[in-house]
């Protein structure tokens, strides 16, 4: 094989290898990134007083969950979270409402959140995920009706400022809160 021949292999190789070690280190810092967002906003995340928590307040693995009622991939993964719930007593889940498609998504997150202190929430979360078809407020309030929640309560509730504050500590840097 000419020498010229092995220069080029080698330096294909030299190039393919640093090609390697530049993805790796790009991955690397991507994930610290990542790390410090989460440790910087830990607080926001698992253990702020707006979130709804289900399984157990007390325990000592965390699962949270960013939400939205009208996701076709959340209403997949919502009965493995509640067996995980169920079957774990170390599971503390944390709710985060994210509607992020549409006016439809934000009206039942916000009635979702305003169940909060009428102690059916997980209930409600868990029949609004497995009633068929597209998630609205007036699909929500009915199935609140049907757990004996006061729906005269939710929908007074659901335009507080807490909820609309809840929804913001989700993703305060969008604006897809319609109604703040």
Not at 55 to 74: E, I, M, Q, R
Not at 134 to 151: F, N, P, V
């Given at each position: 094989?000419?020498?010229?021949?092995?220069?080029l292999?080698?330096?294909?190789?030299?190039?393919?290898?640093s090609?390697?070690?530049a993805?790796e280190?790009?991955?690397?810092?991507r994930?610290?990134?990542?790390?410090?967002?989460?440790?910087?906003?830990a607080?926001?995340?698992?253990?702020?007083?707006?979130?709804?928590?289900?399984?157990?307040?007390?325990?000592?693995?965390?699962?949270?969950a960013?939400?939205?009622?009208?996701?076709?991939?959340?209403?997949?993964?919502?009965?493995?979270?509640?067996?995980?719930?169920?079957?774990d007593?170390?599971?503390?889940?944390?709710v985060?409402?994210?509607?992020?498609?549409?006016?439809?998504?934000?009206?039942?997150?916000?009635?979702?959140?305003a169940?909060?202190?009428?102690?059916?929430s997980?209930?409600?979360?868990?029949?609004?995920?497995?009633?068929?078809?597209?998630?609205?407020?007036?699909?929500?309030?009915?199935?609140?009706?049907?757990?004996?929640?006061?729906?005269?309560?939710?929908?007074?509730?659901?335009?507080?400022?807490?909820?609309?504050?809840?929804?913001?500590e989700?993703?305060?840097?969008?604006?897809?809160?319609?109604?703040c």
């Amino acid at each position: 094989m000419p020498r010229s021949f092995r220069l080029l292999i080698l330096l294909g190789l030299g190039g393919l290898l640093s090609l390697i070690v530049a993805y790796e280190g790009v991955f690397y810092l991507r994930s610290m990134r990542q790390e410090r967002g989460i440790a910087s906003h830990a607080d926001q995340i698992f253990r702020s007083s707006t979130s709804f928590v289900a399984g157990n307040p007390k325990g000592d693995v965390s699962v949270v969950a960013f939400l939205d009622y009208n996701c076709p991939y959340c209403r997949q993964g919502a009965p493995d979270l509640a067996k995980l719930v169920e079957q774990d007593s170390k599971v503390r889940l944390v709710v985060k409402e994210l509607p992020v498609l549409g006016k439809d998504s934000e009206e039942v997150a916000r009635i979702a959140l305003a169940a909060i202190p009428q102690g059916k929430s997980f209930e409600l979360h868990q029949r609004l995920f497995a009633e068929p078809g597209h998630a609205t407020k007036a699909k929500a309030l009915r199935i609140a009706s049907e757990l004996g929640l006061d729906t005269a309560r939710l929908e007074a509730d659901m335009d507080e400022p807490s909820v609309t504050a809840a929804l913001l500590e989700a993703c305060p840097s969008t604006s897809w809160v319609t109604r703040c």
